[in-house]
């Protein structure tokens, strides 16, 4: 727990199947905060984005995929005025190539997704809960990367490319 935040259990389960699991069947996994700002739970079942390929060239192609998905999701939410923005921690597992020798990589992140349009509570909030969840999750080892705009999730892959994350 961090700032009065608890982390509800189903978050250490789903990030166990998610990161020891021997057949991975999740791509992403994305936790928010809920609606009384005093748990971090996990998101609706839409956010939880599957894997089908995994270290191999398809499971490159699936990445690419799966990151317009997650766009997709955030663009409806920032263009749904009825819909609340909130900020989520998201984990993914991405398949690439390196630039420089085209050799095949996988890795484990967190985006910690907080947009401009969320309001002030929740941003607050969430940037003092992030190291509880992090600590709650069993064995967590994952780069952590801060995004506040979709143009810094389209500039993920191409910096993982280039080895500069």
């Known amino acids: 727990m961090s700032s009065g935040v608890a982390v509800d259990a189903a978050c ?12 991975k069947t999740r791509r992403v996994i ?8 005093d748990a971090i739970i996990p998101e609706s079942y839409e956010w939880q ?3 089908t390929h995994i ?17 997709d999701l955030i663009v409806r939410e920032i ?5 609340i923005q909130e900020p989520r921690w998201i984990i993914m597992y ?22 401009d349009g969320a309001a002030d509570k929740s941003k607050i909030t969430f940037a003092s809960s992030s190291k509880g969840l992090t ?18 999730i389209d500039d993920l892959l191409p910096r993982f490319r ?4």
């Open 135 to 152: 600590d709650a999750l069993d064995g967590f080892k994952a780069l952590v990367v801060q995004a506040d705009k979709l143009a810094e």
């Open 162 to 165: 280039k080895g500069l994350l």
């Open 12 to 23: 250490n389960e789903m990030w166990k199947v998610f990161h020891g699991a021997t057949v």
């Open 49 to 51: 984005l599957p894997l």
């Open 55 to 71: 270290n191999d060239i398809d499971g490159v192609e699936e990445t690419k995929e799966t990151v317009a998905k997650l766009k």
């Open 79 to 83: 263009n749904d005025e009825k819909t």
């Open 30 to 37: 994305t936790f928010r905060l809920n609606d009384t700002f």
């Open 94 to 115: 991405l398949d690439y190539n390196m630039a420089e020798d085209k050799r095949l990589t996988g890795k484990e992140i967190m985006l910690k997704w907080c947009p």
